[in-house]
């Protein structure tokens, strides 16, 4: 599907003859070209994954956080230039307290995807600021119960059962179908996670990589938080073992 | 002479006010009095204190009638957008808070004390009080205004949790009557707002119908009882 839009793709204020605006198709590929990040949405709360393609040996492990908690309720993954997703997780931070102070209660899920997908959707609009580079996988826990939004450059946001952006987000859209959701735990969520992204890395083209993941479900007490420590390593354990049983087939 | 009717007269109108706000098992009941005072004249005897904010928040205002008329009505709207905004009706609490915001930020200016009720799905039935200088406190009961003075006791013994819908108006009805008893700045007529899962029911009390207490006396015969004769008479004049 992808074409040159040579001479309409220089300005995101300009639409081509076919009614594309190229600049924002290209901020989708930075996103596109960055490590997979994964959601899904369990019947007891929300689990996301990073696979963190590690660019350099020398880096500290723990470094480099792709998954951010927004307000006690909910978080954000990111995929795409880090610079750029610093940005929007800082935006989203402060319009989940603006809207504390304001009404006196969290922000709702629902309107916190709304006011990140408008603020990305914002700078698309202007000659000159650059379209955001990155796409974000936002996960949170309100009155309503668990809710899972992807907000992409060009400002869409969309509510998921389960989403998948960056590198090897065909193969995990297919792996998370396969998912039925409605029943799993997040327990059982944050294996199902692992295993989907140890399972799409591909270890030709990418060097080593890092598993962060995160999650908001009735055991963490409806906040958003790092997946514990020794749940994390059960789900890398179950990964890798599931990796093997494939390989030797 | 002059100088002073024209001070009170032109005195900016007050609530003298007693106002009310009690949770009841499945709703709150909302009651006040209907006195509308500049100085010692009673502007308006049958005014309406308690008024909507949305279809299940109602606010009782009390102090300045313009302060509170004026908060009221910027609630209303930041409300009205809010609901459009969540797709739901707004809670008790969102529409307590953005009051209580109006209040503080603007304290050097306003003077009013005002009681938020109402029901929502999440929360049921809850009472937020916010006085003078916009503090917020949620409580199962709440009293305000200057006829509130004479009922600290009266709650603190007549007050149970978990009253019925009709105990609770009861209550309320009783209480307001009792203030007006004692307070100059409150009279006329006591009205109740029910709020519930069902809906809201507004109840009116005439002045005439409220018990009387203490030395309280019973209405005399009336020379205005000449004039309703069913046909008119001119007035004998010797």
Same mark, same amino acid.
């Given at each position: 599907m992808s074409s040159i839009g040579t001479g309409y793709d220089l300005s995101v204020t300009t639409f081509s003859p076919d009614g594309r605006v190229f600049q924002i198709e290209y901020a989708a590929k930075a996103v596109d070209n960055s490590g997979t990040v994964i959601g899904i949405k369990c019947k007891d709360g929300v689990v996301m994954g990073v696979e963190k393609l590690v660019a350099s040996k020398?880096?500290?492990?723990?470094?480099?956080?792709?998954?951010?908690?927004?307000?006690?309720?909910?978080?954000?993954?990111?995929?795409?230039?880090?610079?750029?997703?610093?940005?929007?997780?800082?935006?989203?931070?402060?319009?989940?307290?603006?809207?504390?102070?304001?009404?006196? %209660?969290?922000?709702?899920?629902? @309107? +916190?995807?709304? &006011?990140? !997908?408008?603020?990305?959707?914002?700078?698309?609009? =202007?000659?000159?600021?650059?379209?955001?580079?990155?796409?974000?996988?936002?996960?949170?826990?309100?009155?309503?119960?668990?809710?899972?939004?992807?907000?992409?450059?060009?400002?869409?946001?969309?509510?998921?059962?389960?989403?998948?952006?960056g590198?090897?987000?065909?193969?995990?859209?297919?792996?998370? %179908?396969?998912?039925?959701?409605? @029943? +799993?735990?997040? &327990?059982? !969520?944050?294996?199902?996670?692992?295993?989907?992204? =140890?399972?799409?890395?591909?270890?030709?083209?990418?060097?080593?990589?890092?598993?962060?993941?995160?999650?908001?479900?009735?055991?963490?007490?409806?906040?958003?938080?790092?997946?514990?420590?020794?749940?994390?390593?059960?789900?890398?354990?179950?990964?890798?073992?599931?990796?093997?049983?494939?390989?030797?087939? | 002479m002059n100088m002073d009717l024209k001070k009170d007269l032109d005195a900016p109108h007050s609530m003298g006010t007693t106002i009310i706000g009690v949770t009841y098992n499945g709703?709150?009941?909302?009651?006040?009095?209907?006195?509308?005072?500049?100085?010692?004249?009673?502007?308006?005897?049958?005014?309406?204190k308690i008024t909507q904010l949305t279809d299940n928040v109602y606010v009782c205002r009390s102090g300045s009638a313009a302060d509170s008329?004026?908060?009221?009505d910027y609630v209303r709207y930041f409300l009205h957008q809010h609901t459009i905004q969540q797709g739901q009706p707004a809670t008790v609490k969102v529409a307590a808070n953005l009051v209580r915001l109006l209040s503080y930020n603007n304290?050097?200016?306003?003077?009013?004390?005002?009681?938020?009720?109402?029901?929502?799905?999440?929360?049921?039935?809850?009472?937020?009080?916010?006085?003078l200088g916009g503090t917020i406190i949620e409580q199962p009961f709440s009293i305000g205004g200057s006829g509130s003075s004479y009922l600290y006791g009266f709650f603190d013994q007549a007050w149970k949790e978990g009253m019925t819908k009709d105990e609770a108006e009861q209550l309320v009805v009783k209480a307001v009557s009792l203030a007006i008893a004692r307070d100059g700045a409150s009279g006329g007529v006591v009205r109740t707002v029910i709020i519930n899962s069902e809906g809201v029911t507004r109840n009116f009390y005439p002045g005439d119908k409220l018990p009387l207490w203490h030395e309280e006396l019973e209405p005399q015969n009336s020379l205005l009882d000449i004039l309703n004769a069913s046909s008119p008479e001119p007035m004998n004049i010797q």
């Open positions: 020398m880096m500290l492990s723990g470094s480099n956080r792709r998954i951010h908690s927004v307000h006690r309720h909910s978080g954000m993954a990111v995929a795409g230039l880090a610079a750029d997703g610093r940005q929007i997780v800082a935006r989203a931070k402060s319009e989940a307290t603006n809207y504390e102070s304001v009404y006196g %209660e969290a922000i709702p899920v629902k @309107e +916190l995807a709304d &006011r990140v !997908g408008s603020y990305v959707h914002l700078c698309t609009l =202007y000659w000159w600021l650059r379209p955001f580079g990155c796409g974000v996988i936002l996960g949170g826990y309100d009155r309503e119960g668990p809710q899972l939004y992807m907000v992409e450059p060009s400002g869409v946001s969309y509510r998921y059962f389960g989403a998948a952006i590198k090897g987000r065909q193969a995990a859209k297919t792996e998370i %179908e396969k998912l039925k959701l409605s @029943e +799993l735990t997040c &327990r059982q !969520g944050v294996v199902e996670v692992a295993k989907i992204i =140890y399972g799409i890395h591909d270890e030709a083209k990418d060097k080593d990589f890092e598993l962060e993941m995160s999650w908001v479900c009735d055991e963490s007490n409806r906040q958003h938080k790092k997946v514990p420590e020794e749940l994390l390593e059960e789900a890398k354990a179950a990964a890798k073992a599931a990796l093997e049983e494939m390989d030797a087939d | 709703g709150v009941v909302l009651g006040a009095d209907s006195r509308t005072s500049t100085g010692v004249y009673v502007a308006n005897r049958a005014s309406d008329q004026i908060v009221s304290k050097d200016i306003l003077q009013t004390g005002m009681i938020v009720g109402g029901w929502d799905k999440y929360e049921g039935g809850k009472i937020y009080g916010i006085p």
